[in-house]
């Protein structure tokens, strides 16, 4: 028998509620911030590990990061395909999580081994294919869990429901809480005691969400569930659908442990899968919208196209922004003196501190009809992620006697990309399920991660630019500079673009806010 999940009119009974949201969208939270822990537990210390352990130079090493990006942001476009079509946003997110569990203990099992050789060594091969095959397992894993984590979310809420937006912030919020948390943690244990430490915190984390969503699944009200639970079940071969899909997950697996070796061959991957995604979707639109539909999936495909923009800005914490903190920047803070991979934590703390006030403000100014629209809030977030650039090159006309940037130019700069981010990105996950036509609202969630994978690939071409071999600090800024110059004037030149063709956009959007 053919089975579904419940209307999203249940949502309209608020007796369940907690803090006046569903109680599901907590679990949520939990969920996913867990999962953030773990995966912005390694994110900051990929590439000084790469770097100081396996010896790559700047170049590859950023190679190396843009392809682990690049495809875990690109992976949601299957996984949110496969969740839509056939197993359900629950047994995505718990297959998911169990990847990615599995790969966040590869590379505390390699980098342990990177503590007792030491760290002075040259490239071990047996042991970079240990951690490229721990690499393609996250990947993997996330392609299933992150797409469809953000979907349930969206389920929980009535359509027009005014909390949505509000809810999406809060549920960005675990998110940065988690990255906050294990930032400052992981960052800490692996440059200081060993990277194998700091690579199994990141991995625990991700054990105790997975646990968590377990445990909560009454409180989602059955939503996420396989949209024909008889299909799963017929055979395919010797095993059910269900299975085979696993399978093929594995299998998947297995051909990103090569790919993500290759920079240049994931570049012709993500044209690949971008023009298959564009045909589809212009076929979508051409016969099976009406007008409205197609109208907003216009306004949907235009904003996340511009988000390419304000990621790959954004994108250079990991990478240009984490080596200008151990190279170029006096990372002294109240006294304190921070690791490279700490300074990621800023943008997190900053997050959870202001998640609140913007869920608040927009929430407000709905109420007096004075609240910007989608497009405008995608304008503004761009604007201040290039703004936040212009503060480290106003800083590097400042620096110290040794040659170096005082850290408070880089907390400055993460305080622009956040104040950037909330105008952005909860309301552009939020935008994915209001616009989206009916059907394929997680295919949409995927490919929302596939333009911020192409945003990643390029962040990290743009930020061996920087590179340069010089050991003196004073050169060795220079190239960063003028990076960061570029950026610069590129994220306020888009966000001004994109303001100019709001009006346009907002009458395409029928009313949606």
Known sequence: MTTTAPANTAALDHSRDFLGHPRGLYICFGTELWERFSFYGMKYLLLLYLTKYHLFSDADGLGILGSYAALVYAMPVIGGLIADRYLGMRRAVVFGGLLLAAGHLGMAFEGEQARLIGDAVQRDDSALQVFYLSLALIVMGVGFLKPNISTVVGKLYSEGDPRRDAGFTIFYMGINLGAFTATLLCGWLGEVYGWGYGFGAAGIGMLLGLVLFLWGQPLLEGH?????DAKLREPVGPVSLEYALYGAGLLGVLAVWQLIQFSAAVGWVLNGVSIAVLAGLVWFLSFRCNKVERDRMIVLITLTLSTVVFWALFEQAAGSMTLFADRGTDRQLFGITLTASQFGAANSFFIFTLAPVFAVLWTQLAKKGLEPNTPVKFALGIAQAGLGFGALVYGAQHPNEAGLVSAWWLVLAYLLHTTGELCLSPVGLSAVTKLSAPGVVGVMMGTWFLATAY??????????????????????LGGFIGLFDQLLWLGLGAGVLLLLVTPVLKRLMHGVR
């Open 455 to 476: 945003s990643s690939w390029v962040a990290a071409q743009m930020a061996a630019l920087a590179h340069t071999p010089a050991a003196d600090a004073v050169d060795s």
């Open 224 to 228: 996420g569930e396989a949209p024909d």
